[in-house]
Protein backbone atom coordinates (compact mmCIF):
# COMPACT_ATOMS: atom_id res chain seq x y z
CA UNK A 1 0.00 0.00 0.00
CA UNK A 2 1.05 3.49 -0.94
CA UNK A 3 0.16 6.75 1.40
CA UNK A 4 1.17 10.03 0.55
CA UNK A 5 0.97 13.06 2.82
CA UNK A 6 0.87 17.01 1.82
CA UNK A 7 1.66 19.60 3.66
CA UNK A 8 2.57 22.98 3.05
CA UNK A 9 -0.58 24.98 1.56
CA UNK A 10 -2.26 28.26 3.07
CA UNK A 11 -3.08 31.82 2.47
CA UNK A 12 -0.67 33.55 0.61
CA UNK A 13 -0.88 37.21 -1.02
CA UNK A 14 -0.83 37.51 -4.98
CA UNK A 15 2.94 37.47 -5.68
CA UNK A 16 4.09 35.48 -2.87
CA UNK A 17 5.71 31.97 -2.44
CA UNK A 18 4.70 28.67 -1.30
CA UNK A 19 6.44 25.27 -1.07
CA UNK A 20 4.66 22.46 -0.84
CA UNK A 21 5.49 18.45 0.30
CA UNK A 22 4.33 15.26 -0.24
CA UNK A 23 5.52 12.41 2.06
CA UNK A 24 4.69 8.89 0.45
CA UNK A 25 5.10 5.53 2.43
CA UNK A 26 6.32 2.30 0.44
CA UNK A 27 8.84 0.94 -1.06
CA UNK A 28 7.88 1.99 -4.70
CA UNK A 29 8.45 5.62 -4.21
CA UNK A 30 12.16 5.87 -5.83
CA UNK A 31 10.74 4.09 -8.99
CA UNK A 32 6.94 6.07 -9.46
CA UNK A 33 6.83 8.61 -11.05
CA UNK A 34 5.08 11.73 -9.21
CA UNK A 35 3.03 14.45 -9.87
CA UNK A 36 1.09 17.28 -8.31
CA UNK A 37 -2.72 18.24 -9.94
CA UNK A 38 -5.26 20.84 -8.75
CA UNK A 39 -8.52 21.84 -7.92
CA UNK A 40 -10.18 24.82 -7.98
CA UNK A 41 -14.05 25.08 -6.74
CA UNK A 42 -16.08 24.36 -10.28
CA UNK A 43 -13.31 23.26 -11.97
CA UNK A 44 -12.22 20.22 -13.18
CA UNK A 45 -8.54 18.95 -11.81
CA UNK A 46 -5.65 20.04 -13.97
CA UNK A 47 -2.01 18.68 -14.12
CA UNK A 48 0.52 21.03 -12.78
CA UNK A 49 3.63 19.23 -12.79
CA UNK A 50 5.09 15.72 -12.69
CA UNK A 51 8.65 14.52 -12.07
CA UNK A 52 10.09 10.91 -13.35
CA UNK A 53 11.90 8.61 -11.10
CA UNK A 54 15.33 9.16 -11.75
CA UNK A 55 14.64 13.22 -11.20
CA UNK A 56 15.82 13.92 -15.09
CA UNK A 57 12.49 14.50 -16.63
CA UNK A 58 10.12 17.11 -15.37
CA UNK A 59 6.59 18.21 -17.05
CA UNK A 60 4.41 21.12 -16.16
CA UNK A 61 1.33 22.99 -16.99
CA UNK A 62 1.45 26.15 -19.10
CA UNK A 63 -0.44 27.67 -16.42
CA UNK A 64 2.46 27.37 -14.08
CA UNK A 65 5.92 27.10 -16.46
CA UNK A 66 8.59 29.16 -15.32
CA UNK A 67 6.46 29.90 -11.64
CA UNK A 68 6.77 26.38 -10.31
CA UNK A 69 9.66 23.62 -9.91
CA UNK A 70 9.19 19.89 -8.73
CA UNK A 71 11.17 18.41 -7.07
CA UNK A 72 12.26 14.95 -5.31
CA UNK A 73 14.26 13.61 -2.28
CA UNK A 74 13.89 10.00 -2.73
CA UNK A 75 16.15 9.28 0.27
CA UNK A 76 13.43 11.12 2.28
CA UNK A 77 10.54 9.68 0.15
CA UNK A 78 9.55 13.32 -0.79
CA UNK A 79 8.03 15.06 -3.52
CA UNK A 80 8.22 19.65 -3.41
CA UNK A 81 6.27 22.05 -5.70
CA UNK A 82 7.92 25.43 -5.41
CA UNK A 83 5.49 28.06 -6.47
CA UNK A 84 6.37 31.34 -6.81
CA UNK A 85 5.00 34.63 -8.18
CA UNK A 86 1.35 33.22 -7.44
CA UNK A 87 -1.49 34.81 -8.59
CA UNK A 88 -5.58 34.21 -7.33
CA UNK A 89 -6.24 31.94 -10.01
CA UNK A 90 -3.99 29.09 -8.37
CA UNK A 91 -5.89 29.13 -5.90
CA UNK A 92 -7.19 25.47 -5.42
CA UNK A 93 -6.61 22.49 -3.74
CA UNK A 94 -3.59 20.71 -4.54
CA UNK A 95 -2.90 16.83 -4.53
CA UNK A 96 0.37 14.59 -4.73
CA UNK A 97 -0.27 11.39 -6.80
CA UNK A 98 2.09 8.66 -7.37
CA UNK A 99 2.49 6.66 -10.76
CA UNK A 100 3.73 3.32 -9.12
CA UNK A 101 3.49 1.27 -12.65
CA UNK A 102 6.02 3.77 -14.34
CA UNK A 103 8.71 5.87 -13.86
CA UNK A 104 7.61 8.09 -16.30
CA UNK A 105 5.87 11.85 -15.74
CA UNK A 106 2.62 12.35 -17.07
CA UNK A 107 0.23 14.81 -17.27
CA UNK A 108 -2.83 12.97 -17.32
CA UNK A 109 -4.44 11.71 -14.09
CA UNK A 110 -5.82 8.21 -15.69
CA UNK A 111 -1.88 7.52 -15.34
CA UNK A 112 -1.69 7.86 -11.30
CA UNK A 113 -2.82 5.28 -9.31
CA UNK A 114 -2.32 6.51 -5.44
CA UNK A 115 -3.25 9.75 -4.46
CA UNK A 116 -2.85 12.03 -1.12
CA UNK A 117 -5.92 13.76 0.37
CA UNK A 118 -4.97 17.19 -0.60
CA UNK A 119 -3.14 20.70 0.58
CA UNK A 120 -5.30 24.26 0.16
CA UNK A 121 -3.93 26.88 -1.18
CA UNK A 122 -5.37 30.34 -1.39
CA UNK A 123 -3.85 33.28 -2.93
CA UNK A 124 -5.09 36.83 -2.37
CA UNK A 125 -5.26 39.52 -4.28
Known amino acids: QVQLVESGGGLVQAGGSLRLSCVVS????????MGWVRKAPGKEREFVAAISWSVGNTYYAGSVKGRATISRDNAKNTVYLQMNSLKPEDTAVYYCAANTRSGTPSRFRAAYDFWGQGTQVTVSS
Open 26 to 33: GRTFSSAA
